[in-house]
């Protein structure tokens, strides 16, 4: 693993695959509009050289997790479901950026297998960081089941960290009269502020 005492924050992009965006079962093309300032974002922290963490959604077929969209197989490793969109694909092996795989809806609990760590060890590594700017999807998902576990394990570990949701690179999906896009994300940023995650977007000139 990369030596991390050097960054002061770091930015995790959630879940930006084409599994959520762009083909598969659980896509939606809406989620795509957060894209451009997902890249300005990443482009700053290229120009600030600090830390851009990349979770990627990547299951086998027998993951117990697909039971839960209705045995919808989704993002299967090793298929361009599980790999982030082309948009941001050209900046996944850059030398401050590092990738991590999930077999479930928490980024709490990602991996990179290849390299034999954790998400967990990254926090521990990142000994010096006093911010965490989060983007992606899904709001009421992934994010805030990998945002309010992270914020617990600051608090379990006394550290006091500042951790921004840039709700113009924060988005979920909808179904018609089933999951309503803006009654979902009131309440995942009701509790992920509760937690005390902090709502920013950028300034408009």
């Excluded at 930006?16 to 809406?30: K, T």
């Excluded at 963490?53 to 027998?62: P, R, Y």
């Excluded at 993002?75 to 361009?80: A, K, Q, W």
């Excluded at 954790?118 to 089941?145: H, K, M, R, S, Y």
Aim: contains cysteine; aromatic residues 8%; charged residues 30%.
């Amino acid at each position: 693993m990369k030596n991390l005492k050097v960054y002061k924050k770091a930015l995790i992009i959630v879940d930006m695959v084409n599994g959520f965006v762009r083909e598969g079962a659980l896509a939606d093309p809406h989620i795509a509009k957060t894209i451009a300032r997902e890249k300005e974002l990443i482009e700053q922290y290229q120009k600030e050289k600090q830390l851009i963490i990349f979770i990627k959604d990547a299951h086998t077929e027998d993951s117990v997790e697909h039971d839960r969209f209705g045995g919808a197989l989704h993002c299967i490793i090793g298929t361009r479901e599980s790999e982030l969109v082309d948009e941001l694909k050209a900046y996944e092996n850059g030398e401050n950026t590092i990738s991590l795989e999930k077999n479930s809806t928490s980024y709490i609990w990602a991996k990179n297998k290849r390299e034999g760590f954790n998400f967990i060890d990254v926090l521990e590594g990142l000994e010096n960081v006093e911010q965490f700017d989060i983007a992606g999807c899904c709001t009421d998902i992934c994010i805030i089941n990998g945002v309010n576990p992270m914020m617990n394990w600051f608090d379990e570990e006394n550290r006091r960290i500042k951790v921004y949701l840039h709700t113009d690179a924060i988005d979920t999906f909808e179904i018609p009269n089933v999951h309503r896009r803006d009654d979902y994300e009131r309440a995942a940023y009701m509790l992920m502020e509760q937690q005390g995650a902090i709502k920013v977007k950028k300034k408009e000139k």
